[in-house]
């Protein structure tokens, strides 16, 4: 493999393990994960399934309807130059400074869409995330992924790359071993999109997992607010959703780009 793709290379997975290995929180370990599976029980299952099924509609709301209206909040056309301008400099001088400028525009699409993230908190209902307004929270996190693909050069229009961004949330949500085996099948669907390798991709319930996966994130994250000292652990919930989504997603689509590049390195060598 060529050193600069070497160099570029080592550091994404020094990155990705870093965000499946995180340093333990010393408050979370102390005053949150004693009590964690009995907060998980005490959630009504009533509830649970409302906020889920409520994700899962939202989705396909989203899916049918919304790229239209998500796509009017950045420039497509602009973010796909730019990768086609950024790739081609890549494809004539093969340097660290023009691979690292594939970045920037997702670095600035992550602070807004992050702080966007944390008005639109301080405006949901009692349990953090109204129910009308579930599509609006999907919407900005599916335009965080969006914005981050077009940065690497990947679209986002057909079932199967729509199968991969929810798998890539799910796994940027989850933690321990089970983050591990979903980053797994990330990499690999990865692959198998890159490879155009036939794939199959039951889009109804990848949705429903990772409606699953927000809802449980979200209702643990409120219950933990009634837990004298770490009230203010779940009052940022969404702001660390979307944080979350978009380190996880950057590591992804650039570990994706670095190993085509490294493919079509060696065949050229």
Known sequence: MNQVLLKQMKSIEL?????????????????????????????PEKLASTLETAFFKGFQLVFEK??????????????????DV??????????????????????????????????EGGLLGMLGIGLPDIPLFIALIMKTVYEVSLSYGHDYETDETKGYILLLIRSALAKGDLQKTLNEQT??????LDH???????????MQLTSKALSDTLLTAKFIQGIPVVGAV???????????VSQYSKIKFKKRYLLKKSEISTDVM
């Not at 990155?15 to 959630?43: C, S, Y």
């Not at 155009?196 to 990848?206: F, G, M, N, P, S």
């Open 15 to 43: 990155q990705e393990e870093k965000f499946l290995n995180p340093k333990e929180n010393l408050l979370f370990k102390e005053k949150v994960a004693p009590v964690l599976d009995k907060i998980q029980d005490k959630i």
């Open 66 to 83: 919304g790229n239209t209206y998500i796509e009017k909040t950045y420039n497509k056309e602009q973010k796909l130059l730019d990768y």
């Open 86 to 119: 950024n790739n081609y400099a890549i494809d004539k001088k093969l340097c660290n400074r023009f691979i690292n400028k594939l970045d920037r525009s997702s670095l600035y699409s992550n602070a807004i869409n992050s702080s966007v993230s944390i008005v």
């Open 187 to 192: 990499d690999k669907l990865g692959y198998q």
């Open 196 to 206: 155009k390798e036939a794939i199959t991709v039951d889009l109804d319930e990848e």
């Open 234 to 244: 779940g009052g940022l919930i969404n702001y660390n959703i979307v944080q979350k």
